[in-house]
């Protein structure tokens, strides 16, 4: 039982979740420490500047927030929808997420907050492109949502009831796609520094080029044949 997802999707999300679990351990590991790809803690964290007053910490709180932000916001300009589904400008905004991530490199290196802020901007934008595909949340750079579904799956499965397998799965693929990530960000740090950005740069530019020739192929298949004569 479950939701059918195409091949595309399941590599899209596994793929783009190690990107995710990379490039958040990467900006944790820097000279900010600052969490990139998600804003639960970054909220929490403002909220201690607040109460403390320690206006430089919320400055710099409040910049994240909104690079987040504006990460998605630039998702929406390109891809005007939250539903995931062959067709849209996905290698358009892997196109600028892969920019935005090879853009911070140097400015990470420089010690410069503005490196911090183009990683979450980049978070934002991936997380805001693959939203929901036939009632899955599909999100790549936390894993709340995705423990979540497993809880609840869990749930059904002490209960008797029908499990969504597919979508259990989906989410436990996530999930070791963002630790994998983890793991690879963590020792590509080590070994490069900030220049271990352009690892999931790379492969965010490649997921791109590799959704271009999928769609193009797929809709070549979809294309109607001439008439014989």
Known sequence: MGIQLPRWVWVGA???????????????????HQAVSHLTGTTS???????????????????????FCLGAMLSGLIIQDSTLRLGRRYGVALALEALLLATAVPLFERQQLNGALLAAMACGL?????????????????????????????????????????????????????????VLGAWLFGALQYRALLVPAALTGLTGIGYAAYRHWSLSRQAPRPPEA
Do not use: K
């Open 126 to 182: 991936q997380n805001a492109m693959v939203t929901t595909y036939s009632g899955a949340v599909v999100r790549t750079t936390h894993l709340s949502g995705m423990f979540t579904d497993l809880g609840i799956g869990l749930g059904h499965l002490i209960r008797g009831m029908p499990l969504q397998v597919r979508r259990l799965t989906l989410s436990g693929m996530i999930i070791s796609g963002f630790l994998t990530g983890g």
């Open 14 to 32: 596994v793929t783009l979740a190690c990107v995710g679990g990379m490039v958040n351990v990467i900006g944790y590991l820097g000279f900010e």
């Open 45 to 67: 964290l403002l909220g201690a500047a607040l109460a403390h007053g320690e206006w430089r910490a919320v400055r710099h709180l409040w910049a994240m927030l909104i690079a």
